[in-house]
């Protein structure tokens, strides 16, 4: 049976056991959600869960089911709504952390979005003791639904001091360091690389984010690209591997509408096709 088969009658069971299992609650038929008050709050539970869970037992357990996970959702909710006045307004507090693309068993249950081919968006709540990944469950029993200002919030309250700085990386060739020590959201910038590199940037630039707290960025120019390559893709590995907090080890090519390819150490058979293209365009270096 599939899930949406069972509604008709779970719904009903949810509305006989409300008044029993928890009285204060009632079920809303517009959103096939249970709105549990918690104090001066509320918090809203979906029914999708327990419509899967019915859908997968024969129907004389189906009371069992629902009872169980009404006095589940009960003390969640409780539980999240205490987080809640302990936080004070949670909204304040959520962030977005850039991290390599999950795997879909680690990313299940998190609120998580792509951002792009090879990195996800996770919304973290910043808080030194009960901070973490926001999970979808606390997510809904807290209320949070359009999660837009979190960019904002990390822009605002974490990212406006970053500090910028030229590196020398070889004889007359820097690399320009993006930091802030002991952040976790600096790599939340990685999309936005280009408010850093000077103007007019035709050609994109190599990028490295080997720790959450630094992005590496250098301005592709002209052939000197292919010296420095190698060079910028040992200084991401080494910081990666060294960092207390690591994202990526690997070197990408930033370009186009915020696209990220990445790229080999070395030019070579397994470089992409736009970047060899690039290649064959540039000017020699100077």
């Given amino acids: 049976m599939e899930p949406l088969d069972a509604a008709v009658d779970v719904h009903a069971l949810i509305r006989d056991l409300l008044p029993v299992v928890a009285p204060s609650a009632w079920f809303d038929p517009g959103t096939s959600e249970v709105v549990l008050p918690v104090g001066r709050s509320e918090a809203r539970a979906s029914t999708w869960t327990v419509l899967e869970r019915c859908a997968r037992e024969p129907r004389p357990v189906w009371p069992r089911v629902v009872d169980e996970w009404v006095r589940e959702v009960g003390h ?29 068993r680690d990313r299940e249950g998190l609120v998580v979005v792509p951002a792009g081919d090879h990195f996800d968006a996770m919304v973290m709540i910043e808080h030194p003791r009960y901070g973490g990944p926001l999970t979808k469950a606390r997510a809904g029993l807290l209320g949070l639904r359009k999660l837009g200002y979190v960019m904002t919030n990390t822009h605002d309250r974490e990212l406006a001091d970053v500090s910028v700085r030229d590196q020398p990386l070889l004889p007359g060739r820097d690399v320009r360091v993006v930091t802030k020590p002991g952040s976790r959201y600096v790599s939340a910038l990685l999309s936005e690389v280009e408010q850093f590199l000077p103007s007019p940037n035709v050609h994109g ?5 080997p720790c959450h707290s630094t992005l590496l960025l250098y301005p592709i ?66």
């Fill in 76 to 104: 969640r909710a409780f539980l999240a709504v205490g987080e809640m006045e302990l936080f004070g307004d949670v909204r304040e507090l959520l962030r977005l952390r850039i991290v390599p693309k999950l795997a879909p």
């Fill in 221 to 286: 120019t002209s052939t000197a690209v292919l010296e420095v390559l190698p060079v910028f893709a040992d200084v991401v590995a080494e910081m990666h591997a060294g960092a207390d907090d690591p994202c990526a080890p690997g070197v990408y090519w930033s370009h186009g509408e915020r696209r990220l390819t990445p790229l080999p150490a070395t030019p070579g058979s397994a470089t992409p096709g736009e970047f060899a293209s690039l290649l064959l365009r540039l000017p020699d270096t100077p």
């Fill in 205 to 209: 630039a190599l990028v490295g984010v």
